[in-house]
């Protein structure tokens, strides 16, 4: 196993309100078939530290984000996320043991979807208080008292009762963050939470997010928003082919990259972005 | 080019910018509302015609007195024909869920015994598995034999109906989109629960209207469990019409009974689609 150099993220670099890490992504590998879609990826995420994932669609951000709650099940690796240890299965030996470990995870690290998925045939308070009832034992009242709080921090609190059907697509995003913060995660992963979003909807996430981050909750984005990731991003990493390319602070990275491959991509996202 | 309403050719200037005129449209709504009555009105007329001609020459040969002397007891067979009817749909959802999720699981052996069960009931007559429970089964198994044959008829045809029905369910359960198990596993949600909670009400959705196709081919097959001495609605029909050769009385009486039975159950689940279609999704 190879693992492509890429320059450390220099600590002196670090911003001074960063606790502990919270996910450890270890030489990460991912085949899809024959396709090697992460070739030895390792990253760290520390406490209340907000990373956004950047690179052109192909480059493998989205499936490490998978990887990192098992919704792939990486081909080589170890997945750490707050003290919770697995390592890959690369042959889907599913064993029960595996299996727990890997559900210990998803409850610490939650994850918000480019098409929200929220469950249609439950109101908006269902959704928030369903996993919290049912898996994590939580009494209905104090769930549903949890629920509100965090609806009413996304904005929604009056829409407790309503349908998913019956929300814009901003809503749903922000009804879906509410969910996951319900189940308390340590870890927030956002796989391109504005994507599937018409153009006037999308600055009401960006918002709640950026709320989120500037009161220290632990984010994992991956994003094609470069305004939302310069204002909100304590590091930014940039993948190509599969490896992290390089990664820093957003002012550095965005505005003075070190690698022609990410110069590159700046040069002709932002041509696009502007050119639109 | 823009017309008056007096279908008069305009002068063509601006004629994008020119709004067609009231009085055409309204012309043209009256014009299609006609053809929509008219429409309905040949429909009906049609059908009058062809029940009254049926009617008419059939009513010669029709024994009057047969009715007024055994409608009553035939018309006495329709619960039991509605009871087994419902009670074997109810009995088919459970096989047919059951079946999907083998159809769709791992495990082989599960997978297998799904699929043979698919296979099997699929593969063999309707008439040959009722014929199989009744008179069969107790030569192996002779305590079956005491079992009234309501019960083995609704064995077979709730067993029957599970198997078509058990890839009706299969494609429901495939219909949902996998977001919505993805989303469920993030929130840390074990498979069992994903399936019971956000998957399966969400397949079932997707499937009650294809139920409701099979209820209404289960109220016409529910005949064939007359041959296990059910005395349902075709049971009682053959047994008026044989009294006095009055077969022909008896068995349009039952068809008649069976058509609006299904006609009577079409409208409900129109109506309960309706509402649903309504309702929050």
Redesign the interface.
Known sequence: MTHVDRPDYPAAEMPSHLGSVIVRAQGIHKYFGDLHVLRGVDLDVWQAEAVMLIGRSGSGKTTLLRCI?F?EEPTLGTIEVDGVRVEADPLGRRSKGH?EAI?KI??R???L?Q?F?????MSVLQNCI??PT???GVSRDEAVATAEKYLDKVGLLEKRDE?P??LSGGQKQRV?IA??MC?GPKVLMFDEPTSALDPELIGEVLKVMEELAHEGTTMIVVTHEMHFAREAADRVVFMEGGVIVEQGPPEQVLNEPRDDRTKQFLRRFLATETGA | MTLDHHGQLLAPVDSQLVPPSAPIIEQIRRAKSKATLRFRIVFLATWLAIIGTLALALAGSFDGGFVSEWLGYILGGVGITVLVSVVSIAFAVVFAMLGALGRLSNHASIYAAASLYVSLVRGTPLLVQIFFVYYALPEVLPPVAKVPGIYLGILALSFNYGAYMTEIFRAGIQAV?R??S?????????ER?VLR??VL??AI?IVIPAIGNEFIAMIKDSSLVSVVAVQELLWRARRAGAQDFNTFEALTIAALVYWALTIAFSLVQDRLEKRMARG??
């Not at chain 1, 998925?117 to 045939?121: D, T």
């Not at chain 2, 993805?182 to 074990?190: N, R, S, V």
Request: proline content about 8%.
């Open positions: 709650n919704l299996r559900r998803r409850l690290a939650g994850m979807f098409e998925n929220l469950f249609p045939h369903e996993a049912r898996i994590k349908y059907a019956r879906a969910r996951a189940m | 989109p977001g919505q993805e989303a469920a596993q993030a929130l840390g949600m074990p629960t909670r956000i009400p969400q959705r929050d999704r």
